[in-house]
């Protein structure tokens, strides 16, 4: 099983719509999970840290559930520049941090 | 903007030859971990740095080294190159070398093995 599995998409939506992405980790020790943004050949860019008790930004809400060991990220209204891919990331058993393969998010006009 | 630079930005090389690449981190942190990205693959772990020692490596053969210098930038050499090396190289800095410290990616180097 790996790490960190992700739905890779991908996930075509209409502006103003409302996507879910989820991610599964299957190291129970994890303690530190972050959502990070990726644009088409650029680098990996923090979106937010996720906490127990979830957290918002704006139109992102991101969600911990530590007894199922999964990650979501909410956005709503998704705007064109939404498009992008979302990677999710845990700290590792021997790695600082375990990305997942990531989400590919296309909003459409 | 990060703060984390890289060089060079696109690098050509081929099969057996020997790449050094380049990372300045953030002004103020003191760790630096390098990734791999290929195609369609998420960053994978290479090794990270923190005060100028070696501090944790992922599953990487040793022609992939590293060091760190005082001012905390970093480099990674890879020798014997394989066409397998061509991806991404992305440097991440961080405050501290704790999990719980975020990461701040440069824009990486492409490698292209040939």
């Known amino acids: 099983r790996k790490e960190v599995e992700q739905d890779p998409g991908p996930f075509n939506v209409p502006e103003g719509a409302t996507v879910a992405f989820n991610c599964t980790y299957s190291n129970s020790a994890s303690q530190s999970f972050f959502w990070y943004r990726q644009d088409c050949r650029k680098e990996p860019k923090l979106l937010m840290s996720v906490y127990s008790s979830g957290n918002e930004d704006g139109r992102f809400t991101a969600q911990l559930n530590r007894a199922s060991q999964y990650i979501s990220l909410l956005i709503r209204d998704s705007k064109l520049s939404d498009s992008a891919t979302y990677l999710c990331v845990v700290n590792g058993r021997n790695t600082p941090l375990v990305f997942g393969k990531g989400t590919r998010l296309s909003v459409i006009a | 903007e990060t703060g984390v630079t890289q060089s060079p930005t696109h690098l050509i090389k081929t099969r057996g030859q020997q790449v050094t690449l380049r990372c300045s981190s953030q002004?103020?942190?003191?760790?630096v971990s390098w990734y791999q990205q290929a195609l369609g693959q998420g960053p994978q772990f290479i090794f990270q740095y923190y005060r100028e020692e070696e501090n944790g490596r992922g599953n990487f053969p040793p022609r992939f080294s590293g060091l760190q210098f005082p001012n905390y930038s970093s480099e990674l050499n890879v020798n014997a190159l394989e066409l397998d090396d061509s991806a991404l190289y992305l440097c991440a800095s961080s405050l501290e070398a704790g999990r719980s410290y975020e990461q701040y990616f440069g824009p990486g180097t492409r490698l292209t093995v040939t």
């Open positions: 002004s103020g942190h003191n760790t």
